[in-house]
């Protein structure tokens, strides 16, 4: 299963991206667990430690790399560079691994005018083309809600589009504008997860107001999941009512996309 994960910044996208890649891997399958957001988090959500992410330089970040595989200068813009970079090999040369997960950082792509056709743009979005379209692990990509990485050809490969949201008009907002810059991609379904969910109340907000959107569940607001991020753990390793929660939640997506294939 290969599945996107957005979301307006601070819902808790990457604790369900993290706890995922955790189950998913658990259940015997090879994960590749992918952190496109600028406020890298995946992998103390995984369980990586601070020290074992401190060595980590994302993808984005990596100037040689990128003019060697490019033919460009990164930060350039408008010049002339390979549209085909090889990038086959860069999931296995860069990556964090633990167990049956490989976490790969990928870091900001810069703005440039009226939007970035630059080198670390490109090398990124063809990537991201490369493992949706070509990689036979289990994929995870967590993102911001701008979708900025993505391009058309790459979301073909992508089974499921998750929204992660909590109960306020200012995060329904932002899934319904992921859902429009999903569908101008070619996402036809946008899955939506509740997220920080204290009452009944909540869960009814979120889907009375996203009732067009497949709601796959809800995680419970949960005081242990902040303190475990104190503590540099994982809240797959410490809570395992949002394990639970993911879960069912993982279940119920996988019971739309077998109704969907059947």
Do not use: W
Not at 3 to 21: D, E, P
Not at 38 to 58: C, M, Q, R, W
Not at 106 to 114: A, N, R, S
């Amino acid at each position: 299963m290969k599945i996107a994960i957005s979301g307006k910044g601070g819902v808790g996208k990457t604790t369900l991206a993290g706890t995922l890649a955790r189950l998913m891997a658990d259940q015997g399958r090879k994960v590749l667990a992918i952190d496109a957001d600028p406020d890298a988090n995946l992998a103390s959500a995984i369980g990586f430690k601070i020290e074992e992410v401190a060595g980590i330089t994302p993808l984005a970040e990596m100037t040689a790399e990128i003019e060697a595989r490019t033919g460009a200068k990164k930060g350039t813009f408008g010049g002339i560079f390979k549209l085909n970079p090889k990038v086959d090999d860069i999931p296995d040369k860069f990556s964090l691994r633990r167990d049956n997960i490989k976490l790969l950082v990928l870091g900001t792509i810069p703005e440039g005018g009226g939007g970035c056709y630059c080198p670390e743009s490109v090398l990124l979005k063809y990537l991201l083309r490369h493992v949706f379209l070509q990689r036979d692990e289990s994929i995870i990509l967590d993102m911001e809600a701008g979708l900025e990485h993505l391009g058309r050809g790459s979301t073909r490969g992508i089974d499921a589009f998750i929204v992660v949201v909590e109960p306020g008009s200012r995060s329904l907002q932002t899934a319904r504008q992921v859902k429009k810059l999903a569908g101008d991609l070619g996402v036809k379904e946008v899955y939506v997860v509740g997220n920080k969910i204290h009452t009944p109340e909540d869960r009814r907000f979120i889907e009375e107001n996203l009732a067009d959107m497949t709601i796959l569940g809800g995680i419970d607001y949960n005081q242990e999941i902040v303190a475990a991020d104190r503590r540099d753990e994982a809240p797959y390793d410490v809570n395992p009512e949002v394990v639970q929660a993911v879960t069912d939640i993982y279940a119920n997506l996988s019971r739309h996309l077998e109704k969907q294939n059947a």
